[in-house]
Nanobody, 125 residues
């Protein structure tokens, strides 16, 4: 059974840093791209960044460039999301998902095969 399990969320003070983890199992890690999403209260879910473990290629939507860093530890089948200089606008549920397609600005949510449950990040001002 495919699983993606997020961790690392919690209450963070503004200006701090956070590293979220997405641990995966049960599917061919190197045949998928992993995307981090976030959904803030009252807003639609949006993609934050994507990485393809097979070649470490990454993609960031223009609105997310410079604000997040995605990385992978292939030996652990885990994808990380680093958030620096965090602020209250980062308050959201962060989740990861896997798709057999390459990272792209045109990737749609229905193209993702597996989803995690998400981890809550709350930023105190």
């Amino acid at each position: 059974e495919a699983q993606l399990v997020e961790s690392g969320g919690g209450l963070v003070q503004s200006g701090g840093s956070l590293r979220l983890s997405c641990a995966t199992s049960g599917f061919d890690f190197f045949e998928h791209a992993i995307t981090w999403f976030r959904q803030a209260p009252g807003k639609e879910r949006e993609a934050v960044s994507c990485i393809r473990p097979s070649d470490s290629s990454v993609y960031y939507p223009r609105s997310m460039e410079g604000r997040f860093t995605i990385s992978v530890d292939s030996a652990k089948r885990t994808v990380y999301l680093q958030v620096n200089d965090i602020n209250p606008e980062n308050t959201a549920i962060y989740s990861c998902a896997a798709t057999v397609y390459y990272c792209s600005a045109f990737r749609r949510e229905y193209e993702y095969d597996y989803w995690g449950q998400g981890t809550q990040v709350t930023v105190a001002s």
